[in-house]
């Protein structure tokens, strides 16, 4: 029996995650089936409860809680989308670290890939961050850039994260496409 597939939305580490909240009540209200895991560090500024609540479904964490979560969760995906992306999972991804779900989860994953980075433009225009996501591109994956504006700690830069809708948009155009 083949499962659902469906839209798969990574949380991380970034300020930008509250910003996730709307994207993924947006995509539910629409019927379309999202689930959500998130890094540790994205539970700083977001609680699971919360997308548990606009999802109806369990939020995964720890990959260690339920078996083999990063297998399961990649079996389900149509479309993987980091939504924030930090620098710090940017980096991960690009250099093939796997020390979380939502790092094990990429790596495992065979569908099409969204990475919408959302960061401090310090951070964003670092080298080091600009050459993971040339590594990432190269890769194959999907980056909807980041735009300028002042950002939470008041610098100001690119770095916000991409319009909503843009990223809805696209999540939903690979999504189609993936069935």
Do not use: W
């Not at 009540?25 to 999202?34: A, D, E, G, I, T």
């Not at 890094?39 to 606009?54: D, Q, S």
């Not at 696209?170 to 069935?179: A, F, G, Q, R």
């Amino acid at each position: 029996m083949k499962s659902e597939k469906l839209i798969l939305i990574a949380v991380t580490g970034s300020i930008a995650a509250f910003k996730t909240c709307e994207l993924v009540r947006s995509l539910v209200k629409q019927n379309f089936p999202v689930q959500v895991i998130m890094t540790k560090n994205a539970t700083e500024f977001v609680g699971k409860i919360t997308f548990e609540a606009l999802t109806g479904r369990e939020v995964r964490i720890n990959e260690y809680d339920h078996g083999m979560a990063h297998i399961e969760m990649k079996n389900l995906a149509a479309v993987l989308a980091i939504v924030p992306a930090s620098a710090n999972s940017i980096g991960k991804f690009a250099n093939g670290i796997a020390d979380d779900l939502v790092s094990s989860t990429y790596l495992a994953n065979t569908s099409p890939v969204i990475i919408a980075p959302a960061m401090n433009p310090g951070m964003y225009n670092n080298k080091a961050v600009q050459r993971n996501l040339q590594t990432l591109q190269k890769d194959g994956v999907i980056i909807l850039d980041p735009t300028e504006g002042i950002v939470i700690c008041g610098d100001e830069g690119k770095g916000k994260l991409a319009d909503l809708n843009q990223i809805e948009k696209k999540i939903i155009e690979i999504y189609s496409t993936n069935l």
